[in-house]
């Protein structure tokens, strides 16, 4: 009986690595739709957040289904209130490549991005994606270091993050107030996807350790 529990278990952790794996194609084809104006690609990523969301139903079923008949106590208990959180977040991340496909979707078959900010967005989303990547090994191995190094990858978004805003808010900015309230908000989605993906690799960490690890991050 312990090893199909531990199987159950087991199940729940592939399942989320499945999920960051689904988001962070979400967010690299996203990125590539907004850098290159593609509105296929965007109707892409927009139809497939159906299947994100299905992902999340299937693991908190799952999850629920093991609090339910197994009433699991201390580390196995963390695993499985964990895995809802983390669930919960990865959609979230989801839903943050799906905003980016959306505003490529809306201003096509006009570029969203003045030349001079591409860059920035580019770069963007080459940390979402390794930051999902890495999460993927995190959610399979459970390894506490690399879970706690992935800070440090999202420190490099909020960097990317803060030199964007100080170039929509400079003084040479010449591309009005609509390109730069889309710039903020989009910019405000990769940080947002990093900050969700530090979220499931500290949950990942109270999963084995038995302590959250402290911070001021969401």
């Not at 994606?129 to 420190?155: F, G, M, S």
Request: glycine share 4%.
């Amino acid at each position: 009986m312990r090893e199909v529990y531990q199987e159950q278990l087991d199940k729940l952790a592939d399942e989320l690595a499945a999920m960051s794996t689904m988001v962070g194609n979400a967010m690299e084809q996203a990125t590539t739709a907004l850098l290159g104006a593609d509105l296929s690609l965007a109707e892409q990523v927009i139809d497939d957040d159906m299947k994100v969301d299905e992902a999340r139903a299937r693991c908190e079923e799952h999850a629920f289904g093991l609090l339910a008949l197994q009433a699991p106590v201390a580390g196995d208990l963390r695993t499985v209130i964990s895995t809802i959180h983390a669930a919960e977040s990865l959609e979230r991340m989801g839903d943050l490549a799906l905003h980016v496909a959306k505003a490529a979707r809306r201003r096509h078959p006009q570029p969203v991005l003045p030349e001079d900010v591409q860059t920035y967005f580019s770069q963007m989303g080459q940390v979402a994606v390794k930051l999902a990547n890495r999460l993927n090994q995190i959610l399979r191995t459970q390894d506490v270091q690399q879970a706690r190094d992935l800070e440090v990858d999202d420190d490099e978004m909020d960097d990317l993050h803060r030199h964007l805003f100080s170039v929509v808010m400079g003084s040479e900015w010449s591309h009005g107030v609509s390109a730069a309230v889309d710039i903020t908000l989009l910019g405000r989605f990769y940080e947002r996807f990093a900050d969700h993906a530090v979220s499931v690799a500290r949950r990942i960490v109270y999963v084995v350790t038995g302590t959250m690890p402290n911070s001021d991050r969401p």
